[in-house]
């Protein structure tokens, strides 16, 4: 209930600001999340894909709900739903990389669930993209235009660092590692099309994971491409 309660509190704030205002702003950015989908299987999701009925799902459509007030001030409304961000120097994937490092990394749950990512890199810019682009509105997906399994996803872990990748952690071990975030994110599965940004131009500078993995383990997550 406390995390409901922050984030629809701050877009209250954000909506309350922007209709309070004299001078509107010229673009309204608001961050969500491909958990809006909820865990749908091998599903296909894109933006006009119905919410989900889970917690994270039920979260983001209450905040977006909240934020859309701004569209009816005349102000363009940008939401991003965005995908696993892997990055070097933060969120999941440096956690993610340790057991590999000691020869135990392997998939996360069954394997089979989907994982929408994006690199960190590739994020910035998109969100740089819409920004800039002032036809541009309403939701995006942010992620990569090439969603993997979990199973995919760790070979391809294994293969940036050069390890196998044999192991199991099954989902109550995730629990306990990750926490809330195990069921949401690493165990949900969610494959989820940029279809907006691909209609719209966007390119993605590393659509594919090895590709992305093997440059941010070089250190080389923050160059353009």
């Known amino acids: 209930m406390s995390i409901l309660q922050s984030r629809t509190n701050s877009a209250n704030a954000i909506a309350d600001a922007v209709e309070g205002a004299k001078n509107k ?37 209450r905040t977006e709900a909240v934020t859309a007030r701004v569209a009816r001030q005349n ?3 940008v939401l991003l739903r965005t995908g696993v961000v892997l990055g070097r120097e ?3 994937l440096p956690r993610m990389m340790q057991p590999f490092r000691f020869f135990l990394g392997g998939r996360v749950g069954s394997g089979n669930q989907w994982v929408s990512w994006i690199a960190l890199h590739d994020d910035v810019r998109a969100i740089r993209f819409l920004m800039e682009n002032q036809s541009l509105q309403g939701p995006f997906n942010v992620t ?39 069921d949401e994110v690493l165990l949900a599965s969610q ?10 131009g966007f390119k993605f500078a590393c659509a594919d994971l090895i590709t992305a993995l093997e440059a941010m383990i070089r250190g080389q997550d923050h160059e353009s491409g």
């Open 75 to 77: 102000v363009r409304y």
């Open 191 to 200: 494959q989820a099309i940029p279809q907006r940004l691909l209609d719209a």
């Open 144 to 182: 990569s235009p090439n969603p993997v399994t979990m199973k995919e996803f760790s070979r391809a872990m294994g293969q940036a660092l050069h390890r196998p990748a044999w192991g199991i952690l099954p989902g109550f071990a995730a629990r306990l590692m990750f926490g809330e975030v195990a």
């Open 90 to 92: 933060g969120g999941l």
């Open 25 to 61: 702003p010229g673009v309204v950015i608001q961050a969500s999340a491909v958990g809006y989908y909820g865990s749908r299987d091998d599903e296909t999701l894109r933006e006009d894909s119905p919410p989900g009925g889970n917690f994270l799902a039920d979260v983001c459509k």
